[in-house]
T-cell receptor
């Protein structure tokens, strides 16, 4: 089975712009969750989608949003980018939202 | 809310056994403990998961005492390729928004 695929691998944006990141989960996995990883804050949960519905949301501002499509693919959007949004954004999938998460390689976002 | 504490770094040599401990004093009754391995420029990779006592798979063992306030990941006979950051994750019983990742332990394996 193909693993979790995230695109693009790298992104460079400037402050104030918006960005959309994409995640294709493992075939058959219905839960997709997103995480932000920074050297200072470590891994932090953003949100989780299951069957196109957001089930859980972490403690991030409304500039961070996401959605999931009927084929379980998911997108994450960050509007009005700030310098502090520079991070590795990771997507993970699981068959049913269980604890065993399968992560993609991430999208490295740099905000200049 | 559960909080986890791990050593920041550890050093070992090839062929040795490595034990990494994670403290999670406020773990909820139904929380599982999961360990992940992460290499540079990659996402975390699942290693092992447990609820209590001992769990063993082909790459590691996980020891959880009866009070569940800590857990120990044991890597037998490490090699240079085990050099990575190891994270413990506690949670799920309260939903994804209650997930707590440890800060990670940077393991360096030397020849």
């Amino acid at each position: 089975k193909a693993g979790v695929t995230q695109t693009p691998r790298y992104l460079i944006k400037t402050r104030g712009q918006q960005v959309t990141l994409s995640c294709s989960p493992i075939s058959g996995h219905r839960s997709v969750s997103w995480y932000q990883q920074t050297p200072g804050q470590g891994l932090q949960f953003l949100f989780e989608y299951f069957s196109e519905t957001q089930r859980n949301k972490g403690n991030f501002p409304g500039r961070f949003s996401g959605r999931q499509f009927s084929n379980s693919r998911s997108e994450m959007n960050v509007s009005t980018l700030e310098l502090g949004d520079s991070a590795l954004y990771l997507c993970a999938s699981s068959p049913d939202g269980s604890e065993k998460l399968f992560f993609g390689s991430g999208t490295q976002l740099s905000v200049l | 809310l559960a909080k986890t504490t791990q050593p920041i770094s550890m050093d070992s040599y090839e062929g040795q056994e490595v034990n990494i401990t994670c403290s999670h004093n406020n773990i909820a009754t139904n929380d599982y403990i999961t360990w992940y391995q992460q290499f540079p420029s990659q996402g975390p990779r699942f290693i092992i998961q447990g609820y209590k006592t001992k769990v063993t798979n082909e790459v590691a063992s996980l020891f959880i005492p009866a009070d569940r306030k800590s857990s120990t990941l044991s890597l037998p006979r490490v090699s240079l390729s085990d050099t990575a950051v190891y994270y413990c994750l506690v949670g799920f019983s309260g939903g994804y928004n209650k997930l707590i990742f440890g800060a990670g332990t940077r393991l360096a394996v030397h020849p």
